[in-house]
């Protein structure tokens, strides 16, 4: 029987070794610069949700702060209509 033949595996060599290497480098890179359009898009929409969050909070504090006033004055005119008559 005849014997398996092996087969060489040629070692690459120092150009295709640095082809390979540029190409790994320029695959990291992409990730690198779309994680760092990713954290930008976070941390804007994270400030939009934050000041829109604080509008919110104004407004409702401007509704109470308008109820109170609104209360205090008729108070003070039933107060004052009583007392005369």
């Not at 401007?62 to 109820?67: D, G, H, K, T, Y």
Request: proline share 4%; no cysteine; charged share 25%.
């Amino acid at each position: 029987m005849d014997a398996p033949q092996k087969t060489e595996i040629a070692e690459p060599t120092p150009e295709q070794l640095l082809k390979l290497l540029d190409l790994q480098l320029a695959r990291e890179r992409g990730k690198r610069a779309n994680k760092g359009r990713n954290r930008a898009t976070v941390l804007i929409t994270g400030m939009v949700v934050i000041l829109a969050a604080v509008g919110v909070a104004v407004l409702v504090a401007q509704q109470m702060v308008n109820e109170v006033r609104d209360h205090a004055k008729s108070g003070a005119t039933a107060g004052v209509l009583e007392e005369n008559q």
